[in-house]
């Protein structure tokens, strides 16, 4: 992909404008029709490469980019990466990118993945003023390898700190609080959460990455941030707009979150993609529970922290998604 500087030429510079009839509407079971044991299933796709990482530790950006055409032909049953993107992204649309750089540099949201994502939304057909890459603070923003920008005829990257959040508080639940006016550009978000352990959540991935749209996240942590996860999530620009997510399990911490940890410095290699938020969270949730036990740690449970928003966020009141195995349609690949 380049570097920073190549990207932000070719942000500026733009796509041809490619036109699309897919929305995100169509995507899933209207757009991949699944039969026999999966119909109705939420979809996800583990997509995964040994290889990812170089002998040096660095991610390898042709790898990464190969990684997600793979994880999204697989979840749309497209093999064309270009026409897959269609089926996932409005045109004349601006999408949101929701990267997460709380933990530091060594454990956010990796900008090799948003890079290569937002090649993908421009050949699709997306502008670059219409692609917003936000975070809440400008530090975690520049975690991620963006810093704060706010040129409408090129990639928007958006720090809540600068950028500010709405005048009127949203609630549901448990949750008050105020938006951030990033979101409020966005017609569709696209969240881009790391795969992190939590000291108090128990697993910080798809839905908790939500806490860094609003301006007093530290308000929404009591009894280990359940329901105020779910409660959160609820809130209809959240809901609404948050369609997707692909998230960024190439590098992960299995315990010590949400900071970053080198002891326990994980490489799962893979990307996690899906629409549905809690199924998307319960597989991360797995994967986090299985590595642990691999390195002979307790269960999340034991230790007296699992995600109890996930389900949560799956009940009846919320109805988010599924946490039910027997309801997630797997796809490891």
């Given at each position: 992909m380049g570097n920073r500087r190549e990207f932000l030429k070719t942000a500026a510079?733009?796509?041809?404008?490619?036109?699309?009839?897919?929305?995100?509407?169509?995507l899933g079971l209207a757009a991949t029709p699944e039969h026999g044991a999966h119909a109705g299933k939420s979809k996800v796709v583990v997509a995964r490469d040994s290889a990812l990482h170089g002998s040096d530790g660095?991610?390898?950006?042709?790898?990464?980019?190969?990684?997600?055409?793979?994880?999204?032909?697989?979840?749309?049953?497209?093999?064309?990466?270009?026409?897959?993107?269609k089926r996932i992204v409005p045109v004349g649309k601006v999408i949101g990118l929701k990267v997460n750089g709380l933990g530091g540099k060594g454990i956010a949201t990796h900008a090799v993945l948003t890079r290569a994502i937002c090649e993908r939304l421009q050949q699709a057909g997306v502008k670059p003023g219409q692609i917003v890459i936000f975070e809440q603070r400008t530090r975690f923003l520049e975690a991620c390898g963006f810093q704060h920008t706010d040129n409408p005829g090129s990639i928007r990257m958006l720090s809540s700190e600068i950028y500010g959040y709405e005048p009127q508080p949203s609630s549901h639940g448990s949750a008050t609080i105020r938006l951030a006016k990033a979101l409020s550009l966005c017609d569709m978000v696209i969240g881009l959460p790391i795969l992190?352990?939590?000291?108090?959540?128990?697993?910080?991935?798809?839905?908790?990455?939500?806490?860094?749209?609003?301006?007093?996240?530290?308000?929404?942590?009591?009894?280990?941030?359940?329901?105020?996860?779910?409660?959160?999530?609820?809130?209809?620009?959240?809901?609404?707009?948050?369609?997707?997510?692909?998230?960024?399990?190439?590098?992960?911490?299995?315990?010590?979150?949400?900071?970053?940890?080198?002891?326990?410095?994980?490489q799962p290699n893979a990307l996690i993609v899906g629409e549905d938020r809690v199924a998307v969270d319960h597989t991360?949730?797995?994967?986090?529970?299985?590595?642990?036990?691999?390195?002979?740690?307790?269960?999340?449970?034991?230790v007296g922290r699992p995600p109890r928003y996930i389900p949560i966020a799956a009940d009846a009141a919320h109805r988010l998604g599924t946490n039910d195995p027997q309801r997630i349609h797997l796809m490891e690949v």
């Open positions: 510079a733009g796509a041809a404008l490619l036109s699309s009839t897919g929305t995100l509407e169509t660095e991610l390898d950006d042709k790898r990464v980019s190969a990684l997600l055409d793979r994880a999204i032909a697989s979840y749309t049953g497209i093999d064309k990466p270009v026409e897959a993107w992190k352990d939590h000291s108090m959540a128990g697993v910080t991935f798809a839905m908790k990455n939500m806490y860094g749209v609003v301006d007093r996240p530290q308000d929404l942590h009591a009894t280990g941030c359940s329901p105020a996860v779910a409660d959160l999530n609820c809130i209809p620009a959240i809901r609404d707009k948050v369609r997707f997510t692909i998230g960024d399990a190439m590098t992960s911490v299995y315990d010590g979150g949400p900071g970053f940890h080198p002891e326990r410095l994980w991360a949730w797995q994967m986090l529970e299985k590595k642990r036990a691999e390195v002979g740690m307790p269960s999340l449970e034991a």
